[in-house]
């Protein structure tokens, strides 16, 4: 599948809707004009939003070529949580007059507001016009901060600072560069207790999964104005991050309750309400949140893997958590973007967030995709490696360096796991849009293209791999220790690698070029030959030596490819279809081998397996589909049966126990199951107490009758 | 207690009804044994499934193998039974006309006529057309059809596109409907066929394991996997299956299998029988009662009942 962006994006939260200290618009000769701009400038003051914007509308139709009204009008939308209302009103400001600089102003605020990578182009035009519009360098700093490139925020401080120098932002984000550094600021002094500057810092910090010194922060903000509600926001947010749920919610339903109704302060405060229906489950080291629905189908599986992977990442890493770590599941994709972002249309599966006083993962539930489109288990560690790194670093590693080892973790310890290289990634391999090393978080900060988010884990992991692969893989322990020591990308690199960044870049790009050659050389004409192949296979009759034929080589052109249409199943169905079992089985162990998910066809392998006689494998392959979907009723059923048949009756339990727990069409065969599970084990009473929920719902099923009499004369004292 | 034969349907029947109250259908009970009684004389049943139009290759082919599996399946279904399956070019309407009106020349009252319909259906807010090679057929028309045939136990398993649309004209007394879609406006392909004929496949269909998969229990297997595809896939679900009459159509059997029919004829073993069938009955009058009772009691008394009924069927076989 299309992995839209894995973790960590946390931090790009939609903060301050904050308008740039507005140029309020000229007011018109005309007296009905003036004083309809007056009495919307005066109901915005009084607070009274809606009146202002009508009145606004009034005098944009009674002078409709006035480009300063919509302007305005489009910040009174930008401070009230409508974006995209406002950035409708500054591009129709700019169809008027496109040398309007308030209108390019309000443009690039809303598009940094984005992490849109254009809104340096906005700035600029919005600086052309008007050279003394501070604003914009501020905008420009901020974004050059986000990219991690500190040279340049602290230079377009300065040209802000020149023009007004008590531009508090400007002040904010030279004070944030020094505290990112972990260096005292003589800059914090001069923010001179303005709520505005330390919301600047707490982003920053926030930005960089700093959590705690961002509430840090906020708290400032707020102390310094009770009423910067939007402080009161973020900080309720990223409490709620790190699962301080309680005065996260005084905090929202304090914004509430003062008209600041922003989508992330509504959305958390509907999510909070929705956590009745969760169910936590609470062991050494591991607190989990499951919703009611699918609570006792997940939780064996869950608690499996979080275990399993905290126990190779403490050996691994050298560091134990120092307390218990929360993972969070959530069936319905919103309340998980929503958990993370306050916001709907997250495109990511799971996302860390870490502190002293608290911390948290939150992820999809395996329901909350369609089949086979969703590892959570490769989600789990992946997130789970987060936890370790951000721990370790005391959350001061980098972003690459964290989503990159995440990434590599996903197939270190299973390598038939985690993502395959997507077409997106061989084009833009292909067309060299790879980053350097010292540049690639901006690849997941202010993306240049669609694609670049995706682009960038796949590089920052595939980086990883080069290290482990050139310099070993504890090497990347000692890279995280130097991050932990909050040093550039650049510094730890020479230090650790003994090579210059560029001199890396150039070896890692020929070692990932030399990888993906066949595939990139041959990508067009693998993207037609798979056309032609599945019209091949559509054809009554099908071809199936000319599918053979064509298919293998469409494998070798790109082995990772096992989405829809795949050359893999399509081979292996026309091997079948000439009776070549051996030949299919072999295909499958391909597909399944690179990461293949989709479930019809794993078990397809694997009934192949068992007829051939090897359950052994054919237990290994159905087990790859529990860390894709734990909720498929018939994958348990028939794990169960292998099982059970190869006398590893714990495990057959465990299959059984969730098929019960998925409330199956068929209640009596299920508890039957369970029951012959339990009783492989000894497990008499338990044995009994299911074949008798079997016999309830069936009281003739003559298996569980037979059973139930060979129990109770198992349980009757011997003579 | 009442007698044997009559009470041994009803339970039969309540086996098939989990998850409905005692209360709620217990007036369905004399029906149910009528029609139970009638099961057990030698009454035949008459299947005839219909794959329509596909318009497209893949629905071609996909129509035509549900009709070919479900064919295959219920040939094989065990008693007394006709199978006819119209398909591909087959199935046009002169066709299903002559189908329907041979089996209306040859089928009795006691015996029970099945009709599967898969496919491709249209409503245009009156009229119901089932889309097949050539001239489709009215909803009105197939009523008519159908009406000829004297058979007292009918159903329709209509699982085309639209196929809500179709129930007022197909209501008739002695006719149970089963559609796709809950009205003639859920017009997008459907995939409830492709369930129902896996109910007549897959034995964990069979609920009550009785070896006997009826019209409710594929009902109920079709029904909850269709929506259970919708939820899993993140689609907005566009068909709503619809069976108004539970207790009827668990008076169908589709399919059987095993030992169910076989019957005991020694009669040294009519005690066993009997007594088999009065603690089926004490089950369920259990059952009835589970809301009100203690859980430990109901659990005490259920366990010791069902310990019988596996005692007493295991002395019956000896």
């Known amino acids: 599948m299309t992995r839209l962006g894995l973790g960590l994006l946390v931090g790009l939260s939609l903060v301050a809707q904050q308008p740039a200290a507005p140029k309020k618009a000229v007011p018109s000769n005309d007296p009905r004009l003036a004083a309809g701009l007056a009495t919307a400038e005066a109901l915005w003051k009084s607070g009274d939003f809606e009146g202002a914007s009508k009145a606004f509308g009034a005098i944009v139709v009674a002078d409709p070529a006035n480009a300063n009204y919509r302007v305005r009008w489009g910040q009174l939308f930008f401070e009230r949580f409508n974006p995209g209302e406002a950035t409708k009103l500054y591009l129709e400001a700019l169809a008027i007059d496109d040398k309007n600089p308030q209108a390019w102003l309000g443009l690039a605020e809303v598009q940094a507001e984005e992490f849109n990578s254009k809104a340096s182009e906005a700035a600029d035009k919005a600086l052309a016009l008007d050279p003394k519009l501070y604003k914009a360098h501020e905008i420009k700093a901020r974004m050059a901060l986000e990219d ?429 279809a000439k009776g070549d079992k051996p030949g299919a089985m072999a295909e499958y162990a391909k597909y399944s081998k690179n990461s293949g998910r989709d479930a019809d066809t794993i078990k397809a392998y694997a009934d192949l397996l068992k007829e051939s006689g090897n359950s052994t494998q054919a237990e290994k392959e159905l087990e790859r589909l529990n860390a894709i ?84 004369s198992a349980a009757e004292p011997k003579k | 207690m009442g007698g044997g034969v009559v009470m041994r349907s009803v339970q039969f029947v309540c086996r098939g009804l989990k998850g409905r109250s005692s209360q709620e259908w217990l007036p369905y009970k004399a029906l149910l044994a009528l029609f139970l009684l009638a099961t057990q004389a030698q009454a035949a049943t008459y299947f005839l499934t219909v794959a329509g139009l596909g318009g497209e290759p893949d629905y071609e082919t996909r129509f035509n193998l549900l009709a070919t599996d479900a064919d295959k399946l219920l040939r094989s279904g065990g008693g007394d039974r006709v199978v006819e399956t119209l398909k591909g070019p087959d199935a046009t309407k002169a066709k299903l006309t002559a189908a329907l009106t041979k089996i209306a020349g040859t089928a009795k009252i006691p015996d029970v006529f099945i009709l599967m319909m898969i496919g491709h259906g249209t409503f245009d807010g009156t009229e119901y057309k089932f889309n097949l090679p050539g001239p489709d057929i009215t909803g009105t028309e197939l009523a008519a059809l159908l009406n000829k045939i004297p058979a007292g136990r009918q159903l329709v398993v209509d699982m085309t596109s639209a196929s809500g649309g179709v129930t007022p004209a197909l209501k008739h007394d002695g006719r149970t409907v089963i559609t796709a879609t809950k009205s003639g406006s859920e017009k997008n392909a459907t995939i409830f066929a492709r369930y129902w004929v896996e109910a007549l496949r897959d034995p964990s269909a069979d609920t009550d394991k009785n070896e006997t998969v009826t019209a409710l229990e594929a009902y109920k297997y079709a029904s909850t996997k269709t929506a259970a595809f919708f939820t899993e896939q993140k689609r907005l679900a566009t068909e709503h299956s619809v069976l108004e009459d539970q207790p009827r159509a668990a008076a169908f059997p589709l399919i059987r299998y095993g030992a169910a029919a076989a019957k005991v004829t020694d009669p040294a073993k009519q005690a066993l029988v009997a007594k088999k069938e009065d603690i089926e009955n004490r089950i369920d009058a259990l059952k009835y009662q589970k809301d009100l009772m203690a859980p430990e009691d109901y659990k005490r008394q259920i366990s010791a009942l069902l310990l019988e009924l596996a005692r007493t069927q295991e002395a019956l076989e000896k």
């Open chain 1, 148 to 576: 991690d490139d500190h040279k340049t925020a602290a230079a377009e401080c300065d040209e802000a600072l020149k023009i007004e120098p008590n531009a508090v932002q400007a002040i904010a984000i030279h004070a944030s560069v020094d505290l990112l550094a972990d260096k005292p600021s003589t800059w914090t002094a001069k923010i001179a207790n303005r709520a505005e500057g330390f919301d600047t810092i707490a982003h920053f910090f926030v930005l960089n999964r700093r959590y705690e010194d961002g509430i840090d922060y906020y708290r400032k903000a707020i102390a310094a104005d009770p009423k910067l509600w939007r402080a009161h926001a973020q900080l309720g947010v990223n409490l709620m991050r790190l699962g301080l749920a309680g005065e996260a919610r005084t905090e929202l339903e304090l914004c509430y309750e003062n008209h600041y109704r922003d989508a992330a302060t509504v959305n958390t405060l509907r999510l909070m309400d929705t956590y009745v229906d969760y169910k936590t489950y609470e062991s050494p080291g591991i607190v989990l949140k499951l919703h009611k629905k699918e609570d006792e189908a997940l939780r064996p599986y869950f608690e499996a893997e979080i275990r399993r992977a905290m126990a190779v990442f403490e050996k691994k890493y050298q560091h134990k958590l120092p307390q218990p770590v929360q993972v969070e599941v959530y069936p319905n994709h919103e309340d998980f973007a929503v958990r993370t972002m306050g916001m709907p249309g997250l495109g990511a599966l799971g996302v860390t967030f870490h502190g002293i006083s608290g911390n948290a993962i939150a992820m999809d539930s395996p329901s909350g995709r369609p089949p086979g489109q969703f590892h959570w288990a490769s989600t789990l560690w992946h997130e789970l490696s987060h936890m370790y790194i951000l721990s370790l670093t005391n959350d001061r590693v980098v972003r690459w360096f964290t989503e990159g080892l995440a990434v590599h973790e996903e197939t270190a310890t299973i390598p038939d796991w985690g993502d395959r290289i997507t077409p997106d990634i061989i084009i833009a391999i292909r067309d060299k849009k790879l980053l350097p090393v010292a540049e690639i978080d901006r690849g997941f900060i202010h993306p240049k293209f669609p694609e670049q988010v995706i682009v960038s884990y796949f590089e920052a992991g595939k980086m990883c791999d080069y290290i482990a692969k050139r310099w070993g893989e504890g090497k990347l322990l000692d890279i995280a220790r130097e991050f932990a020591k909050n040093r550039p990308t650049v510094d730890v690199i020479r230090d650790q690698l003994k090579i210059e960044p560029e001199a890396f870049d150039k070896d890692f790009l020929a070692d990932l070029e030399k990888e993906t050659e066949v595939t990139v050389k041959n990508f067009k004409e693998w993207t037609t030959g798979l056309g032609e192949v599945n019209k091949l296979a559509r054809a009554t009759p099908p071809d199936n030596d000319a599918i053979v034929t064509k298919g293998r080589a469409l494998e070798f052109f790109y082995p990772d490819y096992v989405e829809a249409g795949n050359a893999y199943v399509l081979v292996a169905k026309a091997l079948l």
């Open chain 1, 629 to 712: 979907n734990p909720l498929d009723r018939n994958l348990h059923e028939r794990l169960g049966a292998l099982y059970l048949a190869t006398n590893q009756a714990p495990l057959a339990a465990r299959e059984f126990g969730a098929v019960v727990a998925l409330n199956p069409i068929d209640v009596a065969g299920s508890h039957y199951n369970l029951a012959m599970a339990f009783k492989a084990q000894g497990l008499i009473d338990k044995a009994r107490e299911e074949t008798l929920t079997a016999l309830e719902a069936a009281p003739d099923f003559r298996p569980a009758q037979k059973l139930l009499l060979q129990l109770e």
